[in-house]
Nanobody
Framework: QVHLVESGGGLVQAGGSLRLSCAAS????????MGWFRQAPGKERELLAT????????YYADSLKGRFIISRDNAKKMVYLQMNSLNPEDTAVYYC???????????????WGQGTQVTVSS
């Protein structure tokens, strides 16, 4: 059974940083592209960043303006999201997702984590 488990969320002041982690199990991790998404109250889930199978190529949503960095460690079956210069608009539940062979998106992901809450106070 496949599990994606996010961690690292919490409460942070505006301007601060957080590093989210996603631990994968039950799948051949190196065959899955990974992504990070978030969903704020009353809003649709949005794609933030993706990384290819080896981590050699990444994609970021334009709205992030270079504040977030996605990375993965295939040996540990982990994917990370370093988030810097956080602001209250970043408050949301953050999810990781996996898709076999191709970058995940909101409608085409094979597996999702349960999410981790990030709250940024002003």
């Amino acid at each position: 059974q496949v599990h994606l488990v996010e961690s690292g969320g919490g409460l942070v002041q505006a301007g601060g940083s957080l590093r989210l982690s996603c631990a994968a199990s039950g799948l051949t991790f190196s065959k899955y592209a990974m992504g990070w998404f978030r969903q704020a109250p009353g809003k649709e889930r949005e794609l933030l960043a993706t990384t290819t199978l080896s981590g050699g190529s990444t994609y970021y949503a334009d709205s992030l303006k270079g504040r977030f960095i996605i990375s993965r460690d295939n040996a540990k079956k982990m994917v990370y999201l370093q988030m810097n210069s956080l602001n209250p608009e970043d408050t949301a539940v953050y999810y990781c997702a996996a898709r076999l062979g191709f970058e995940p998106d909101t409608r085409n992901s094979d597996y999702w984590g349960q999410g981790t809450q990030v709250t940024v106070s002003s």
